[in-house]
């Protein structure tokens, strides 16, 4: 959170700006793949069927 509050002031110079805006973009990228995953163990457990869902089909 400071990171984007540094990149968002200025705080930063460009370079450091695209270094840190990749690094948390890859960071988000994982972490949602983690809910996702999350999610189908949850629903496994749960035994519910949910084939039709987008959130079960992603891999």
């Known amino acids: 959170m400071v990171t984007f509050a540094y990149m968002a ?4 110079p460009p370079d450091i700006v695209k270094e840190k805006k990749e690094a948390m973009l890859e960071y988000c990228k994982l972490d949602t793949y983690a809910m996702v995953k999350l999610h189908q163990a949850l629903d496994a457990l749960s035994g519910r069927n949910n ?3 987008i959130l079960a089909r992603m891999d």
Not at 9 to 12: A, E, L, S, T
């Open 9 to 12: 002031q200025g705080y930063f």
């Open 51 to 53: 084939s039709g869902n």
